[in-house]
């Protein structure tokens, strides 16, 4: 997997991003950062108010996230990008083919585990109400993004899921 540079573990709130994201770190020996941690103070107060973020105030957390990731390569990196164009972004720069790449894991899940898992966070700044705002917003993998990845994410065994990614990326790096 040396031709990744970057695994972006991507997806609505709740579907597991930052506990998957931290496993497969673990797993891969990669280090691992939250792409929580570089909102704006007015995107977390903004989104503890119940408020869906735009793409103006998403666009300067997406290029935060590619900036360093273009800086530390290597990383496993939780980050939403529910858009095509955010994900476009988030791969600016980086570098690409012999020497790495950019790959995304969607973590897919239904509806229902989302929304018990969003209202068991207590103290997390994105409220469940938002939920719906971010699954309206997520744009699935059209054919041609060959970098993204879907994973069935119901599951509760994480070692289970971070299995299936490793063997998907496995087969990637062939």
Known sequence: MSNINTIYIMGVSGCGKSTVGKALSEKLRRPFKDGDTFHSPENVEKMKA????????????????????????????????????????LCEHLPNGASGRAVFILLNL?????????????GHFMPSTLLDSQLATLEL????????????????????????????????CE
Do not use: F, H, M
């Open 141 to 172: 993998p059209s054919p041609d993004e060959s970098n993204i990845v879907t994973v069935d994410a119901n599951s509760e065994n994480v070692d289970q899921i971070v299995d299936t990614i490793v063997k998907t990326l496995a087969l990637i």
């Open 50 to 89: 119940g408020t869906p973020l735009n793409d103006s105030d998403r666009l300067p957390w997406l290029q935060a996230i590619n900036n360093y990731a273009r800086l530390n390569q290597g990383y496993v990196i939780a980050c939403s990008a529910l858009k095509r164009r955010y994900r476009s972004i």
């Open 110 to 122: 239904k509806r229902e585990v989302l929304q018990q898992r969003v209202n068991s966070r207590p």
